[in-house]
Nanobody, 125 residues
């Protein structure tokens, strides 16, 4: 079973940057798609970005393209979400998630069956 632990969240001023990390404890990390999903208070989960097991394919939406980027290092069993030009609307708990066999598009939160506990990102002056 894969366990995921996120880190790197915190308080940042508008316009700032943060780098979130996700460390996985599993022997077959490279077999997993990794996604980052966020959830703001009172709102539904929102897909942010995903990356294929070999790192060759990356997925995001127009809401994040150009500001957020996802990467992974299979040798370290980590994934990173680099975020820049943050605004108050980016305040949320950010979750790292993984799956080996997505039953739907990896751009949908329900595609993932393994989740971390999340890390809080707060954008405020």
């Amino acid at each position: 079973q894969v366990q995921l632990v996120e880190s790197g969240g915190g308080l940042v001023q508008p316009g700032g940057s943060l780098r979130l990390s996700c460390v996985a404890s599993v022997s077959a990390f490279a077999d997993h798609y990794v996604g980052w999903i966020r959830q703001a208070p009172g709102k539904a989960r929102e897909f942010v970005a995903a990356i294929s097991g070999d790192g060759r394919s990356q997925y995001t939406t127009s809401s994040f393209s150009g500001r957020f980027s996802i990467s992974r290092d299979n040798s370290l069993k980590t994934s990173t979400l680099q975020m820049r030009d943050l605004g108050p609307e980016d305040t949320a708990v950010y979750y790292c998630a993984a799956t080996t066999t997505p039953s739907r598009s990896v751009m949908e939160p329900d595609a993932y069956d393994i989740w971390g506990r999340g890390t809080q990102v707060t954008v405020s002056s």
